[in-house]
C-alpha cells in the first residue's frame, strides 16, 4: 500500500507540472519529469536546516492565458534538484524547461541560479516564469531579467502583458511594493529601480512598431 500511495503521490505533482507548461512541449516536459526527485522529501529549506516537507508543491498557484491556453503554475514548490549526470543527458531545450521549474522554487539562490541557466535566446514558453520573478522580493534576479529581456525576446514579453492585463497589473503592483518595503533607501526615486526600467521597457513595447 505505502508504495502505491507514493506512485499516486509522485504522478499528482507531474499532472500539476504538466498544467504549467502549453501542451505542444509535453513529450520534452515527460523527459525532464522522470528526472525531477518526487521521492526523497527531505528538503533543505531557507534556515540551512534539512527537514521532511509533506507537500513538495505548495497548493498556492498562478493562473495565466498563454497562446489561447490556460496554464496554471505552482507558486512555491520544494523537492530538490536532480542528479547532475540525468540532468545532463537532457536536450538544450528540455534543460530549460527544467530551469524554469525551478524558477518556482522557495530557495531564492536556487531561483538565481536557474535563471542564469535559461538560454540567452529563449524561447516564448519561458515568459510566465521569467515575468513572474519581477513582481518577487529578491533584487539580484532583476539584473539577470534585464538582460533576458531584449530586443530579440521584448515582443514575448509585451504579447503575454496584453494577454494578461490583470496579472501584469498585480505583478507591477508587488514590484513597487517590494521597492518601497525594501529597497527605497538605496534606491530614493522609483524610476531609478531596475526593476521599474524593466517593468517601463515591457509597457512601452507595441507588437509590431517598436516604442511608442
Same mark, same amino acid.
Given at each position: 500500500?505505502?508504495? %502505491?500511495?507514493? $506512485?499516486?503521490i509522485?504522478?499528482?505533482?507531474q499532472? $500539476?507540472?504538466?498544467?504549467?507548461f502549453?501542451?505542444?512541449?509535453?513529450s /520534452?516536459? +515527460?523527459?525532464?519529469?522522470?528526472?525531477?526527485?518526487?521521492?526523497n522529501?527531505?528538503?533543505?529549506?531557507?534556515d540551512?536546516?534539512?527537514?521532511?516537507?509533506?507537500?513538495?508543491?505548495? *497548493?498556492? *498557484?498562478?493562473?495565466?492565458?498563454?497562446?489561447?491556453?490556460?496554464?496554471?503554475?505552482?507558486? $512555491?514548490?520544494?523537492?530538490?534538484?536532480?542528479?547532475?549526470?540525468?540532468?545532463?543527458?537532457?536536450?538544450?531545450?528540455?534543460?530549460?524547461?527544467? +530551469?524554469?521549474? #525551478?524558477?518556482?522554487?522557495?530557495?531564492?539562490?536556487? =531561483?538565481?541560479? =536557474?535563471? +542564469?541557466?535559461?538560454?540567452?535566446?529563449?524561447?516564448?514558453?519561458?515568459?510566465?516564469?521569467?515575468?513572474?520573478?519581477?513582481?518577487?522580493?529578491? #533584487?539580484?534576479?532583476?539584473?539577470?531579467? /534585464?538582460?533576458?529581456?531584449?530586443?530579440?525576446?521584448?515582443?514575448?514579453?509585451? *504579447?503575454f $502583458? /496584453?494577454?494578461?492585463?490583470?496579472?501584469?497589473?498585480?505583478?507591477?503592483?508587488?514590484?513597487?511594493?517590494?521597492?518601497?518595503?525594501?529597497?527605497?533607501?538605496?534606491?530614493?526615486?522609483?524610476?531609478?529601480?531596475?526593476g521599474?526600467? %524593466?517593468?517601463?521597457?515591457?509597457k512601452? =513595447?507595441?507588437?509590431?512598431?517598436?516604442?511608442?
Amino acid at each position: 500500500m505505502l508504495k %502505491i500511495f507514493k $506512485r499516486n503521490i509522485k504522478s499528482e505533482y507531474q499532472e $500539476r507540472l504538466k498544467k504549467s507548461f502549453p501542451k505542444e512541449l509535453h513529450s /520534452d516536459l +515527460n523527459e525532464v519529469l522522470k528526472i525531477l526527485p518526487f521521492e526523497n522529501n527531505q528538503v533543505k529549506l531557507c534556515d540551512g536546516q534539512t527537514h521532511k516537507v509533506d507537500n513538495l508543491i505548495h *497548493e498556492s *498557484e498562478l493562473k495565466i492565458d498563454f497562446d489561447n491556453e490556460t496554464l496554471i503554475i505552482p507558486y $512555491r514548490l520544494y523537492f530538490n534538484e536532480p542528479n547532475p549526470e540525468l540532468e545532463k543527458s537532457l536536450t538544450d531545450k528540455q534543460k530549460d524547461i527544467l +530551469n524554469c521549474i #525551478y524558477l518556482r522554487h522557495h530557495n531564492g539562490y536556487l =531561483r538565481e541560479k =536557474r535563471l +542564469n541557466l535559461i538560454s540567452d535566446s529563449s524561447e516564448k514558453w519561458t515568459v510566465p516564469f521569467i515575468i513572474q520573478l519581477i513582481g518577487e522580493y529578491v #533584487y539580484e534576479l532583476l539584473p539577470i531579467i /534585464d538582460k533576458k529581456i531584449n530586443e530579440n525576446t521584448l515582443d514575448y514579453y509585451a *504579447e503575454f $502583458r /496584453d494577454e494578461n492585463p490583470k496579472y501584469w497589473q498585480q505583478t507591477e503592483s508587488r514590484m513597487i511594493s517590494y521597492w518601497n518595503e525594501y529597497y527605497r533607501y538605496k534606491f530614493p526615486k522609483l524610476k531609478e529601480y531596475l526593476g521599474f526600467e %524593466i517593468v517601463n521597457r515591457i509597457k512601452k =513595447r507595441t507588437h509590431n512598431n517598436g516604442y511608442k
